[in-house]
């Protein structure tokens, strides 16, 4: 068997395609790995990572980094922003009997990236080409080949097997032709990082959302460079405006004033607007092409659930690739993958998060009231509360997943 046959590309160094690498080279497979950046990029967007994610990067010996570098929170809770009143409060303590990771850990994705890279680069399977551009995919019935744009030029690679980790606008995915189905949001969503210190001033959690008819709001808390770390707000930009008008200094302290009003000025960190998606890949295997993480789905990040499948869509691919490359499994397996993940993404991940968009935004009071209520008597109850994590914390998709068989339609 020649090295290509043994050898998986991979296009995208974000943390999914890093995470892939890393399990992949741990079987002893070897990986060929090409980012278009000069080098990983120091991306303020996923921090939040749940417990079913904890138990698969606890797994390659990443959790305790990630504690000490990010913020071990076990907590999240949801408030009314017009009455100030907090709903109800959630503690992934339930989830004891669960996952040996009861809690969230808010690691900047990064920070996640960059530990993976520490490992990734003494493991001599794995070949990393950064400033590298997939732009062709080509495949036959005993390989696939890439053609990568570089700094010398263009020049093929071939391997057995390329997942495309390449991001929401995946070459991999458009040269195969599979379909991105779903929708985009009319509104983009603004996210303000600032120092200002909200859990002391108005006792948030780490974790809060905050429910409102007018301008709803997500409030977390990150390590940065920290302690004392800083705090990120997210709320829904109004679609008539145009980027100036919604960055300005002056829009972005009116936000924040009117978020919480405070006698000085807001220090901003960072302040960045997001085109937002709810879309999934009609396919996620086409011959030997798998497509991973926000290449095979992307959605609203209102529950953190985007980067947290990617890394279970990295998981779980790792180990069936091992299984068909080393064990001679049945392909079949890879099929398995995508039916997997693809449904996860549809049934939990598609429908939670629109499911928490439609419930912080809700306008009807009386389906405002309703929601609340309904929320404020879950989180009273400590087994329709566990229940609640469970799904929230990804187990119950997790869960579901491990439970298919290939008998099972695709959705
Ligand atoms: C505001 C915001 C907050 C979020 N918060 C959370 C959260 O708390 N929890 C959560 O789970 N998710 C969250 N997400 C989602 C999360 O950021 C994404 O799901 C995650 O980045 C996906 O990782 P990825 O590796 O699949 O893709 P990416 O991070 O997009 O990485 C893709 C990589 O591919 C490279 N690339 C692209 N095209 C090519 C090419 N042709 N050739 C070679 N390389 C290429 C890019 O340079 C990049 O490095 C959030 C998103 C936003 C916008």
Not at 23 to 39: T, Y
Not at 257 to 264: I, L, N, T, Y
Not at 267 to 293: C, K
Request: glycine fraction near 8%.
């Amino acid at each position: 068997m020649s090295l290509e046959d043994r050898r998986v590309l991979i296009a995208g160094g974000g943390p999914v395609g890093l995470f892939a690498a890393l399990l992949l080279a741990r079987q002893g497979l070897r990986v060929r790995l090409f980012d278009e950046n000069d080098s990983p990029q120091a991306d303020p967007r996923a921090a939040t990572t749940h417990p079913a994610t904890l138990e698969l990067l606890g797994a390659a010996g990443l959790v305790e980094d990630m504690a000490r570098i990010g913020l071990v929170a076990p907590i999240f809770q949801f408030w009314d922003r017009p009455s100030g009143s907090l709903v109800g409060e959630f503690d992934h303590a339930l989830l004891k009997d669960d996952t040996p990771y009861p809690t969230v850990i808010q690691c900047e994705q990064f920070k996640t990236a960059a530990l993976i890279l520490e490992r990734l680069r003494l493991l001599p399977e794995v070949e990393m080409f950064f400033a590298h551009q997939v732009t062709q995919v080509m495949q036959d019935g005993s390989g696939v080949a890439v053609t990568v744009r570089g700094p010398q030029g263009d020049a093929r690679h071939r391997g057995a097997w390329l997942i495309g980790a390449d991001g929401g606008r995946s070459v991999v995915r458009h040269q195969c032709g599979i379909e991105f189905q779903g929708f985009t949001w009319p509104e983009r969503f603004i996210v303000l990082t600032t120092p200002f210190d909200f859990g002391a001033a108005r006792g948030y959690c780490p974790r809060s959302y905050f429910a409102d008819p007018e301008e709803w709001c997500n409030c977390f808390k990150v390590a940065a460079d920290g302690p004392p770390g800083l705090w990120r707000t997210v709320y829904p930009a109004d679609p008539a405006l145009s980027d100036a008008e919604l960055m300005s200094d002056a829009a972005v302290e009116a936000r924040l004033q009117k978020f919480v009003p405070r006698p000085g000025r807001y220090e901003i960190a960072h302040r960045n607007l997001y085109v937002t998606h709810q879309r999934v890949a009609a396919s996620f295997r086409h011959g030997r092409v798998l497509l991973a993480g926000d290449a095979a789905h992307v959605n609203n990040p209102i529950g953190g659930m985007g980067l947290n499948g990617g890394l279970q869509d990295a998981a779980n691919l790792a180990e069936k690739l091992g299984q068909v490359m080393l064990n001679s499994a049945s392909d079949r397996l890879i099929d398995l993958y995508g039916r997997q993940r693809r449904r996860v993404a549809i049934e939990f991940v598609q429908e939670q998060s629109i499911a928490n968009k439609n419930r912080l935004e809700a306008r009807d009071p009386a389906m405002r009231r309703r929601n609340l209520d309904e929320l404020r008597v879950i989180a009273q109850d400590p087994d329709r509360a566990r229940q609640f994590l469970l799904r929230s914390s990804m187990i119950a998709a997790q869960r579901r997943a491990a439970a298919m068989t290939l008998d099972e339609a695709d959705p």
